[in-house]
């Protein structure tokens, strides 16, 4: 007795049965150039829709005047060179905390828009999508750290160390950002519109923010609010690019925050990852 296949039906061999399967990178290298790839793609986006950039170039400059003008005279016990000089390192590693924030709405609306289902159908790694994603943020991190120290030395702020130590006190502060951008990638997985992702990270960004040593010194808050602030991430960020633009320790702040960049990648990536593919 012989058996007949439908021809409607595809078979392991057949071209649709191939294309329906997973195809995954054979390699670690082959999934890091599907993940360039990809990142191009998201800057070929960023030119055509450049408001996208207004977080990391008009938000840090309204921060600066705002802060500095307004609020300067009081909280600089009246000197707003001296408030400015302590101002502008915190608003660095505050506004870079907050810039990853637009990555996990990005990420939403590709979804619910149905890119990351045609990305599913390419011979790329799974996690290409999401790490070319976080790896073109890094220019828009890159804008935000020009903006705010070119605007910063046009108002008056003066770096008081060198060169090295200021390229180190950027570098700290983009890779201290792509850690922390992988909770806005986490949330834009598993939240249901862009939207609730936005209101999501600002709950959690601004009280790390403004719970900090960003704006005042820590001595100056209450006792049970130092607390927090001496375990906050962003209070040791700031801490480290301070001491690396304008003088002081640097060394146990820039170990607390490695140690909280590790944690972030090691908590925030599997989950972010483990997301996706449930969403996608």
């Known amino acids: 007795m012989t058996t007949t296949i439908d021809e409607a039906s595809p078979t392991e061999h057949s071209p649709v049965a191939r294309t329906a399967q997973p195809i995954t990178a054979s390699s670690p290298t082959m999934a890091l150039r599907h993940a360039l790839v990809l990142a191009k793609r998201s800057l070929v986006?960023?030119?055509?829709?450049?408001?996208?950039?207004?977080?990391?170039?008009?938000?840090?400059?309204?921060?600066?005047?705002?802060?500095?003008?307004?609020?300067?005279?009081?909280?600089?016990?009246?000197?707003?060179h001296e408030y400015l000089q302590f101002l502008l390192p915190g608003l660095l590693g505050q506004n870079i905390a907050m810039a990853g924030v637009a990555l996990g709405q990005n990420l939403n609306a590709d979804i619910e828009k149905g890119v990351f289902d045609r990305f599913r159908s390419l011979p790329i790694a799974r996690s290409a999508p999401l790490v070319g994603a976080v790896l073109a943020d890094v220019v828009r991190y890159v804008v935000l750290c020009a903006v705010t120290l070119l605007f910063g030395a046009a108002i008056g702020f003066r770096i008081e160390t060198n060169a090295m130590a200021t390229a180190a006190a950027l570098g700290i502060s983009i890779a201290f950002a792509l850690c922390f951008c992988w909770i806005s990638v986490f949330v834009g997985m598993i939240a249901r519109t862009s939207g609730a992702v936005q209101g999501t990270m600002f709950l959690l960004v601004i009280p790390l923010s403004f719970g900090s040593n960003t704006f005042v010194s820590t001595s100056t808050l209450p006792g049970w609010l130092q607390a927090f602030v001496k375990v906050n991430p962003i209070?040791?960020?700031?801490?480290?690019?301070?001491?690396?633009?304008?003088?002081?320790?640097?060394?146990?702040?820039?170990?607390?925050?490695?140690?909280?960049?590790?944690?972030?990648?090691?908590?925030?990536?599997?989950?972010?990852?483990?997301?996706?593919?449930?969403?996608a």
């Open 235 to 279: 209070s040791h960020l700031v801490s480290t690019v301070r001491g690396l633009m304008i003088g002081g320790p640097v060394a146990s702040n820039l170990a607390w925050t490695l140690a909280w960049m590790a944690g972030l990648l090691l908590v925030f990536v599997p989950l972010a990852l483990r997301g996706y593919r449930r969403r």
């Open 45 to 80: 986006k960023l030119t055509r829709t450049p408001e996208q950039l207004i977080d990391v170039t008009l938000q840090p400059i309204i921060f600066l005047l705002l802060f500095t003008y307004i609020f300067g005279g009081a909280i600089g016990g009246g000197s707003r």
